[in-house]
């Protein structure tokens, strides 16, 4: 994971199962007509949770859900290839070689005041825009720098900048609650390939 990503310690549906199978639902034929085909319902699949904590958990392809009382929650559809370093209930990173995204919920009413304090801090900061959870994102490219980035409100993780790093902000607010996404691409000269495969992530990125 990239060096400059440091962890801060901080229904009533009832099923019925026949062998492990699924629900089976056998409805008989009228006296003397033939036996109805049998109706078997799959079982639900189990969603899969980042579970809070730190070390590198390696993910494969799938659909995954933001860790429990992450506000607002969200479902990632992560290509193969990704793992996650630092996951909480305020912030969580999603890594594959070179490039770190984070999606954090910053203290605040508002993204807004959130990203003109991160953009006062950044250097050289040129504006952007683009999607978040579906809503339209705001944000900013930077290239390298120094100082903090970004420290999640619980201490899960921080980002620093870094001399030949580049980074992009977004941020949005969704259900009500700001919500920021960062990418960090460590080596700036992979900026071209790099920002599509953290786009690419960022677009699987809905309502959890």
Partial sequence: MDTALRFRTRKAQRSVHSRGVGL????????????????????????????????????????????????????????????????????????TDGVVVV???????????????????????????????????TGFDTTGGAGEILASPGGTLSLDYAAGQRVRVLGADVDGVPLLAVVLVRDGRQWPTKLPEAQALLAGVGPG
């Fill in 103 to 137: 999606l954090d919920t910053p203290t605040g009413d508002t993204v807004g005041p959130v990203l003109q304090a991160m953009k006062a801090k950044a250097s050289h900061p040129v504006a952007v825009a683009g999607t978040l959870d579906g809503q339209p994102a």
């Fill in 24 to 95: 089976v639902l056998v409805v008989a034929a009228c006296s003397g007509g033939s036996p109805a085909p049998e109706v078997i319902a799959p079982p639900s699949p189990e969603k899969q949770v980042l579970q809070a904590g730190r070390g590198d958990v390696t993910l494969t392809a799938g659909t995954y859900y933001s860790p429990v009382d992450f506000v607002p929650a969200l479902a990632i559809t992560v290509p193969a290839g990704w793992t996650s370093a630092h996951r909480g209930d305020d912030a969580f990173d999603l890594g």
